[in-house]
């Protein structure tokens, strides 16, 4: 793919670094506990009945604590990272001995469970014959919560263990650079490289494993800014804020800095009563591990935890809109937070929730049963020039061809019997005088629909390639500022995304410089290989559509339809 298209990040080019760094500013930050020793990993203490211990890995210690009282459970054992799978069972890095460990608190017993433990190396098998070198961090695999995932440091590789068999395999090892912390992103999973990055473990659809650099430049530094440019120095653990927003404990800097997955950009992170946050607060001692509590955030350094809290962040709570049941009266609605409310009758409901230190508001709109309604939609189409008939491609996948006039046509949805219209229309001279460029993607439109991240950043691509249209058109056309760039998606399947120009003088102007614009398009490679790019590191580009001719965006005389959408002159787009 050529570097342009990685729109992600070259859109953000266009604005000055300083515009476009996010950061969060904290408004209270103090010492929790002096540990004496390096904190690697600290979690909520699932066996504490109240709630309020920690439970540290601090050598020679894995302890749960709280900062009025102390309890080791094991003493001896270097343990980096460690994962609680209830209440009474843990599993535990064995960094030293370069095994996996499981502990039953009740019984206070101990068993190695992966690996070969005093045996260092890199095998797969069941334990006694796979073998690790200096593993780091552990965590359930979501998406088969039977497995265990760990980062095994010494070998750059992250490694996978079945728990009932304690069969230990490869995921994957390239891409690595002594991985450490690790947090899942919705179903891919973040990775802290002590090498300088961070990476992304994505399970392809198709079966295979990926790792790319998210941030980072794989080179020591303290650089903030977008992914592509952004330094660090050591970045052990990782922790989330809010959907798409990460703090990254920079171990090496004494910092912490934000991850923004959505903006691709790498901010500060401020404690100290800083006027502007425009660089990260210092700790006094390496960062090394991080625990979002509630949204109080839990430090591990050196000798120390501290906790922050009070940040600026805005409130991350949507509004709700839910259906009552055919029937029903009041509906059951799950809050943000995961608590089912019951009762929620018809209407707009005010829902408060604190988070952090701010108390916000959201809605909950609880609105009647709909009848079926057919997701069908009429169609306009336009016979081309010279033509007494138009070919319309129906909802059932099937091309027809319909004489100038209006049908009424029925098509079985679930059940019911949808009716919709297909109109066939001459073409409207009055609209002739204007060019489209368009582009199609074989690319599902639900994305579109329910994904806002998506959208926004399809707007984005549109309005970088209509500056490189207007490079193309010179001064023989001129993209329209009026009728924005726009796109269609037929069947929830074909996404067409579409440029028109400012009218011309005459329908002999047009037609000549359509002819003109077409060996340009042709001499050109700039859409050779054209994708569409939606995530600032997901693998999630799709390769436009391309003519007989191998060609991929195209220009033609436009129509504009009924809700003033261009479409090409001709073309069974119309939707009314």
């Known amino acids: 793919m050529k570097p342009w298209l990685y729109i992600g990040v070259l859109v953000l080019l266009l604005k000055p670094v300083h515009s476009i760094v996010p950061s969060v500013t904290f408004d209270h930050f103090e010492l929790y506990l002096d540990t004496f020793n390096g904190v690697p990993h600290l979690e909520l203490d699932k066996y504490d009945s109240a709630c309020s211990n920690l439970l540290i890995s601090s050598w020679p210690h894995l302890t749960s604590t709280s900062n009025s009282s102390s309890e080791h459970l094991i003493s001896m054992l270097y343990s ?41 190396g890199y095998a797969d098998g069941i334990v006694g014959v796979g073998k ?38 490869t995921v994957i090892d390239t891409g690595f650079n002594e991985p450490h912390g690790m947090h899942w992103n919705r179903k891919d999973l973040l990775v802290a490289n002590k090498g300088f990055y961070i990476s992304v473990v994505i399970w392809q659809s198709n079966g295979t494993v990926i790792n790319k650099i998210v941030a980072g430049t794989a080179t ?72 979002n509590l509630d949204d109080v955030i839990y430090i591990g350094c050196n000798h120390d935890i501290y906790r922050l809290y009070g940040s600026d962040l805005p409130c991350p709570y949507k509004n709700i809109t839910v259906h009552l049941t055919l029937g029903e009266k009041t509906a059951n609605v799950m809050l943000e937070g995961g608590h089912v409310f019951m009762g929620f009758t018809e209407g707009v409901h005010r829902v408060r929730k604190k988070y952090d230190l701010k108390m916000c508001t959201y809605y909950v709109n609880v609105i009647h049963h709909e009848e079926f309604s057919c997701p069908h939609k009429d169609i306009t189409v336009y016979m081309p020039q010279g033509q007494n008939t138009a070919a319309v491609q129906l909802f059932d996948g099937t091309t027809k061809q319909f004489q100038k006039g209006t049908y009424r ?38 994305f579109l629909e329910y994904d806002t991240d998506v959208r926004n950043m ?84 799709v390769p436009a559509e391309k003519n007989s001719n191998g060609d991929a965006m195209l220009v033609d005389v436009a129509i504009l339809c009924s809700d003033g959408k261009p479409q090409v002159h001709g073309a069974n787009a119309c939707e009314e």
Request: hydrophobic share 35%.
């Open 458 to 541: 399809l707007h984005r691509i549109m309005y970088l390639d209509q500056e490189k249209l207007q490079l193309l058109c010179g001064d023989r056309c001129q993209i329209s500022n009026k009728i924005q760039p726009t796109y269609t998606c037929k069947e929830r399947k074909y996404l067409s995304l579409f440029w028109v120009t400012e009218e011309f003088s005459s329908d002999e102007i047009t037609r000549q410089v359509k002819e003109e614009l077409s060996v340009r398009l042709i001499q050109s490679d700039t859409w050779d290989n054209s994708h569409i790019y939606f995530h600032p590191y997901l693998e999630f580009d």
């Open 80 to 120: 980096k990272g460690f994962t609680q799978l209830n209440r009474t069972h843990l599993v535990i890095v064995d960094s030293d001995d370069c095994c996996i460990r499981m502990l039953n608190r009740e019984h206070r017993d101990l068993r190695t469970i992966a690996g070969t433990c005093d045996s260092r």
């Open 409 to 446: 046509l029925s098509r079985e949805y679930n059940s019911e019997t949808c009716i919709y219209h297909v109109r066939v229309r001459e073409i409207p001279q009055a609209n002739n005088r204007r060019l489209v460029f368009h582009i199609h993607y074989n690319f599902s439109c639900d």
């Open 132 to 169: 690790l070198l200096r593993p780091s961090d552990i965590v359930q695999d979501i998406r088969n919560p039977g497995f265990m995932l760990i980062t095994d440091a010494g070998n750059n590789a992250l490694r996978s263990v079945n728990l009932e068999t304690g069969e230990l395999s």
């Open 220 to 291: 020591a530094g303290n650089t903030l800014g977008y992914f592509y440019a952004a330094e660090f120095i050591y970045p052990q653990e990782l922790v989330k804020l809010q959907e798409d927003l990460f703090l990254v404990a920079d171990s090496g800097n004494y910092q912490l800095k934000l991850l923004n997955l959505h903006t691709g950009v790498v901010g500060p992170v401020c404690f100290r009563n800083e006027t502007t946050c425009t660089r990260s607060s210092n700790f006094r001692g390496n960062p090394i591990s991080l625990l």
